[in-house]
């Protein structure tokens, strides 16, 4: 497919004057740099894939969520332009208006059978997803028990829901247990990831499950960066466990491994009815593109058609975290394609981020408020298409900077 670029972007106008009401950004922003917390952006061109070029560097790329290696593949493309053709680019509004089309029940279709749930609804994001649909299920009576290491997304829906906010430690389902058993609200929900954004690490889903049996409470699970690459039919971390049962809300972004965009929720077909009416991000919010709906039901396609994707990448990652363990680093409890490696503060992550992309590789610094400050680290994400040869380089240059004995620099 020939494409051209877009053109370059003409520069706005110089800026007025600060008005004096928001005088106090200027102090604001000095303190995130000074904390060596300034995040300027890199301006990505063309497709990625193996590679990204960012700021017209061209690197190989470990700093993408797009596991499979579908945010580039013309098939999502030409689906693209298939669905717009049929349906417009815009949706126009929202779903309960007239903005749900043919293609978005389609992928919602699509969705509740790879799950094996029978109904699903469709978010503008994961984020909405979880946010919207935390707030509809719980609320200022209620409970909710939130992992320390859930996502934003997680941590704005609790507040959203005026529940009363418990943090369990990380993956401490005795802990949970105990708060469960002291609560005297009337509905409780524990919400987690499957798998952990910023540490690779992997929920306890079925001890999760018992707990949340046993004391009466919803479990919700945060699929994204599981959706796609885990389970046979490659539906995520409930499937791979088994989970699915236990798991009353199933909660998985289209915007990762699937390489388009947006979120879902999946479960019972009463609680997708009440989401439909009580989720204020999918009722208050214009439907998705279809050209969007339409490239992520040709990643799902793909996803069924090419297992050999996740089924690959799975292994690699394997082999690639013993090699660093073996030489001494500490990954955690890392136990997926995402590899992070703590180096403790933001200079030093900037550092070895610097110093990976001297070499050749995109892999980002990653800094609070992402992760708590102090567990600054480098986060290698693995995709089907790096090679045995991009893996080698990116682990000998990872054992070379920590000094091959476990320090980092
Ligand atoms: C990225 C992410 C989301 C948000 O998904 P988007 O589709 O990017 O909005 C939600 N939960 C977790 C755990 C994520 O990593």
């Known amino acids: 497919m020939a494409c051209r670029p877009p053109p370059p972007a003409t520069p706005p106008p110089e800026p007025a004057a600060l008005p004096e009401a928001l005088a106090w950004i200027t102090g604001a922003l000095e303190r995130l740099r000074e904390a060596g917390l300034e995040r300027p952006r890199r301006v990505r061109a063309g497709r990625q894939g193996r590679e990204v070029e960012l700021d017209g560097r061209r690197l190989v790329n470990f700093g993408s969520n797009d596991y499979l290696g579908l945010a580039g593949d013309v098939r999502l493309t030409r689906a693209a332009s298939r669905a717009a053709c049929a349906e417009g680019f815009g949706a126009g509004a929202s779903p309960l208006v007239s903005g749900h089309s043919a293609v978005h029940a389609a992928l919602e279709g699509a969705l509740a059978r790879l799950l094996g749930t029978s109904d699903a609804l469709l978010f503008p994001s994961g984020f909405a997803a979880n946010a919207a649909t935390i707030a509809a299920l719980v609320g200022p009576d209620d409970l909710v028990a939130s992992d320390e290491r859930n996502h934003a997304s997680i941590i ?46 992997v929920a306890p889903l079925a001890d999760l499950a018992d707990a949340c049996e046993r004391h009466g409470a919803m479990l919700l699970a945060d699929e994204a960066h599981a959706t796609g690459i885990f389970g046979a039919r490659g539906s995520g971390l409930v499937e791979a466990t088994g989970t699915a049962a236990g798991v009353h809300v199933r909660v998985g972004t289209l915007s990762k491994a699937l390489g388009a965009a947006g979120g879902f929720v999946a479960g019972h077909p009463r609680l997708v009815d009440w989401l439909r009416h009580a989720a204020r991000g999918y009722v208050f919010s214009t439907a998705h593109p279809p050209a969007v709906a339409g490239a992520a039901l040709e990643a799902l396609a793909v996803v069924a058609a090419e297992p050999e994707r996740r089924t690959g990448l799975l292994e690699r ?48 610094a990653i800094r609070p408020p992402s992760v708590a400050p102090g567990r600054c680290l480098v986060r290698a994400s693995l995709a089907w298409h790096h090679d045995d040869a991009d893996l080698d380089r990116l682990a000998a240059a990872l054992l070379a900077a920590a000094g091959c004995g476990g320090r980092h620099p």
């Open 156 to 201: 704005d829906g609790c507040r959203l829901s005026r529940a009363t906010v418990v943090v369990y430690p990380h993956r401490d389902v005795a802990t949970l247990g105990r708060i469960l058993a002291a609560s005297p609200a009337r509905r409780r929900l524990v919400v987690t990831d499957t798998l952990f954004s910023m540490d690779g690490s």
């Open 317 to 364: 990652a394997a082999g690639f975290r013993d090699r660093l363990r073996r030489g001494g680093l500490d990954l955690g409890a890392a136990e997926a394609q995402i590899v992070p490696v703590v180096v403790g503060g933001a200079e030093a992550a900037l550092a070895l981020a610097a110093r990976l992309a001297a070499e050749g590789m995109f892999v980002p």
